[in-house]
């Protein structure tokens, strides 16, 4: 596709289960972040993907957060046992190299814990 | 990482200039100056990047000051559809966005 897409949209999900979170970035892009923003705030590093390296998961708030990317390309950010607290907007932003190239972002995942 | 600081909001109106500042007085050299907005219920928006010298770009200016410890994003004629929160956010190892400012502009 023309830019990063993520799925699903919005998610509404129980206290308690399990969510998958996916990003599509855009076709050669090496580099890979995630960043969630709460109502009204500014965006929360998450993890950073970068080619074959080991990503960055300095980010990720606990241990109920994991993500994985596969063959370098559509990443999966999974949340376990979710809490009304990880409800917020999960974004995903992809770009060719580092530093000298701007990023694009997807319009990301909402997501609700009920 | 280097940290970046920037008003919290300003407002400009339609039709004139807007000059965003951004203070980023740790930079190191290999930093960039990188730029997004954010329009409401939108992702973030590339609008600019630069390392060193002035750039420009269909969107926006960006002037460096000549010690990189500050950076003025140029808006050259505010419309309403600038209105958002403009992120100032320095790249190294690190692609950490702070509160930006929320750019109102006025009809």
């Known amino acids: 596709g023309a830019g990063v897409s993520q799925s699903p949209s919005n998610k509404v999900t129980e206290k308690g289960k399990d969510v998958e979170l996916r990003c599509d970035p855009i076709s050669g892009h090496t580099a890979l972040y995630w960043y969630r923003q709460s109502l009204g705030q500014g965006l929360e590093f998450l993890i950073y993907f970068q080619g074959n390296s080991a990503p960055d998961k300095s980010g990720l708030p606990s241990d109920r957060f994991s993500a994985e990317r596969t063959g370098g390309s559509v990443s999966t950010l999974t949340i376990q046992r979710t809490q009304q607290e990880d409800s917020a907007v999960y974004l995903c932003?992809?770009?060719?190299?580092?530093?000298?190239?701007?990023?694009?972002f997807g319009s990301g995942t909402r997501l609700t814990v009920v | 990482d280097a940290k970046t600081t920037q008003p919290n909001s300003m407002e400009s109106n339609e039709e004139e200039p807007v000059h965003l500042p951004c203070n980023h007085s740790?930079?190191?050299?290999?930093?960039?100056i990188h730029w997004y907005r954010q329009l409401p219920s939108q992702g973030p928006e590339y609008v600019i990047h630069g390392l060193t010298s002035n750039v420009n770009n269909r969107m926006a200016s960006l002037a460096i000051a000549e010690d990189r410890k500050s950076s003025t994003l140029i808006l050259h004629r505010a419309t309403l559809r600038d209105a958002a929160v403009y992120y100032c956010?320095?790249?190294?190892?690190?692609?950490?966005f702070g509160t930006g400012t929320s750019l109102t502009v006025i009809p």
């Open positions: 932003a992809s770009s060719p190299r580092a530093r000298w190239y701007g990023y694009t």
């Open positions: 956010i320095l790249y190294g190892n690190q692609f950490y």
């Open positions: 740790t930079i190191s050299g290999t930093d960039y």
